[in-house]
Structures are given as C-alpha cells and as structure tokens.
C-alpha cells in the first residue's frame, strides 16, 4: 500500500487548482478491481480455454511472473458455449497432421484432468464411455465405411456396429438408425467445469487474472516486443501471447508491416435437454449434428455453422434445424424438458487450422488461437507446446503445420 499512496500524490499534483485540503487523504481501491502490474515475464491475451492453459504450464514451468488479461469475464465466450466433446476419430477424413495433434491432445486429457483435479479438488468431469457415429443415410454408411476403413488400416480403435447392436448399446437411438461406428477413445469433457478447475488452477500458481480488462495494441519496436497496451495502461513485457480467440485480429501490432493473422467468427447455437434417467451414455454423432449427454442428466445437442459477423443470437432457425437433427438421433427428444439455449462463436484461420507459435518478424510475439471446432480437445497440447516453446525457447516440430507465417507466404492476410 505504500507504494499506491506514492503514486497518488503525483497523480493529484496534475490538479494544481484544487487546494489541498480539498484532496482525498486516503483511496479505498475496490476489491473487485484487479492490482494493476505494469511488469510480466510474460503476458497471455485472453482468458478463454486456450490462455488459461498456457497461463498455467507457463507457471508450472517456473515462469513467475504471467499476467493473463480479459476484456470480460473468464472462460465466458466460446469455451463455455463448447460441448467438450473429445472427438479427433468421429471427425476427421484423413490422418493428416493436425488430426495426430488432435489425437496427441485427446490422449493427454486423463492425466490433465487428473493434475488439475489434484491442484484444485475440481473434477472436469472427463467422461471415457466413448463416442457413436450413427449412419441414417447411404451418404452416411459410405462415410463410417472410410472412416473404418482408414482408421482400422492405421490400428486405431474402432468398431462397426449394426443397428441391432448399436441400439442394444443405446437403446435411446432411432430405430432408423442403418449402422454406426464406436470409437471408444474418443471421449468428452464438462467443459465448464474444466474452465472452473483452470481459473483455480491459475490463482494457485500465483498468476495474475487481470479480467474487465482488454489489450488493444501490442508495442514493438525494431521488431522486438516492448509491452502491451491495455486498458488500464501499459504492461511492460517481452513476450506475449494472442490467445483472445475469435478477437484476435482486433489487436494491433505497431511498427510491424505483418499483422495478426486474421481469425474469423463462426457461430454455434446449442440446445439443452434434461433427461432422467439418461437418454444416452455416449456422446451420439452424426454427420449433422451431436447429443452430448452430462453427468448431472443435461444432455446438449448441437449445432450450427454460420458466418454470422460478431451476433451472438440464439435463432428460431437455428433451434430448429438441432432440433430436426436431434430427433433424427433420438425420437425421444420431442418428450424432454428443454433447459437452455445459447451460442458462441468459433475462432477460424482462412485454413481452418489452429495458428500456434511464434512468428518470424517480431520476437517474443506468440500465437494460440484459430482452434476454431477443436479449442477444448486441442488445450492441453497448445499448452504444452507453447509454454515449451517460450520457457526452452523451442519450436517443436508437432508445431511446424501450423505456424503464423504460413499465411504471409501464401499471400492471404488481409
Ligand atoms: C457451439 C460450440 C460447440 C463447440 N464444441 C466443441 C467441442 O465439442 N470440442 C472442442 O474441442 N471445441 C468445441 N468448440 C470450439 C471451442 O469452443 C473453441 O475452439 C475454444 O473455446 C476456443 O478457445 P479460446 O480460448 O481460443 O477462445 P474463447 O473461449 O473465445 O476465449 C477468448 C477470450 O479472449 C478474450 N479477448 C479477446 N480479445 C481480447 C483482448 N484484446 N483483450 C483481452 N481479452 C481479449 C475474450 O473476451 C475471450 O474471453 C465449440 C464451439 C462452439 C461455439
């Protein structure tokens, strides 16, 4: 406190007019209002999933002093609005490289649910049951029959089913259903309570949660970062990382001719039941939309892809078009309590592809965003990975596909 008190006497000297027994003596400071710290070693923008899991492997890799700032209020956009499912095998078409780091991630959630239930008693509620991809269509057979194929060639696990079986292992399905895949690895997490447990996480390790607080400009010069504009003023740092998801192209960067990639908003809407008992056990997919059942008896069906600018609406159209696809999966919706609506919007690069690491131009600027369907699957690695690539100063080669600069050599920035 007396360090505060100095720096309020300068602050008063500006009003030269006051007399200065006019002048407050003593300043409550509001116990909401974060300390604001004009140093950090290093600094995360945004406190989404993505800036909150690099916030704490940096800490826990002894970086002392993260500062993470939050425009609003933690883990309140896009990573709340996420259905946590797990699931790189129901999704993916080819193996490429960015479905090896889904599948690395994925494999790497029971121990990270583990360690953070240990640090923080806080259970993410990471669900092992597995994932079904149901078949109602001949587009959708020809569809689990390359996955099969593909998948099987490469030894992952997966199964075929037929609809008998399928729906002895769920007896909620439709009896439409024509066949269906289980993928017993691909899993799902209480995303909410995930966030709960890496807030907690972040405040045990002593990092600083400046939230109602935006970052807008990062400040380099001769190409090396010297800190960040906030809000509330400048954060002195060399090191910082854009994690603000769908907002991370709004963050100007001085004295650089190369911009933050541009990141583009997609809009999720999703609904909620509840069911008790249970409607389903395992998270049901098909190719047009999910039921994500939760512990607690919800059951979270999804959801819709729109370029929808910033809106943030729940709408009739898309309620209706989750619930058609819902129905599909389970005619025993249309009997459910309806509990929730809401939306949010998925951070998208122009490939699609999340945009990690650092980048060529400007030292110590740092990327983690454009994750886009996979930011809760995709979490644990960004952490992983981006923290080692700032603490040993390593770019791991997991990294190489999807590096900032790719976009500057293609000539697709804006
Ligand atoms: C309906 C829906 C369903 C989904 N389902 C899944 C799923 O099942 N599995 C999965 O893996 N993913 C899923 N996703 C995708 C996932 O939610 C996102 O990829 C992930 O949440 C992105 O995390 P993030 O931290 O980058 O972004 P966000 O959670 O959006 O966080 C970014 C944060 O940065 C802050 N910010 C932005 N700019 C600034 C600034 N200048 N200064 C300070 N703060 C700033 C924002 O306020 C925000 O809090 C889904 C998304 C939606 C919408």
Redesign the pocket.
Known sequence: MVGESVKLEVRFNVFSNVPKSKLPTTLTLDRQMPQFCETAEVLV????????TIARALALRGVRNVVL???????????????????PQAEADDADSFFNLCCQSRDMYPTFAAALREETGIDAELDRTGTLYLAFTEHDLREIDHRYDWQGRLGLAVQKLNPTDARTLEPGISESVRGALKFPNDI?VE?RRLLSALIAANEKQSVRLMTG????SIRCNRGRIEGAV?SRGLVSTDTIVV??????S??KVTDTASPIPRIEP?????VCFNSRPSIARHVIYTPRGYL?PRRDGRVLA???TEQAGFDKEVTASGVHSILSNALEISPRISDLPLVGV??????RAQDSLPVLGPGAEVRGLVF????????????PITGELIAGAIVDNVVSTELNAFGPDRFAAVGVNP
């Open positions: 923008i945004g406190g989404g999933v993505i800036g909150l700032v939050e425009r609003a209020r933690l883990g309140a956009e896009a990573s709340s609005a996420a259905a946590g499912m797990l699931a799902q995303n607080t935006s970052v807008e906030t994690a603000g998801g769908a907002w991370s709004f963050i997609v809009k999720g809407q999703m994500v999804g959801t819709t809401w939306s949010g919007l998925r951070p983690a965003t454009g994750h886009y369907r996979n930011g809760i699957l995709l979490a």
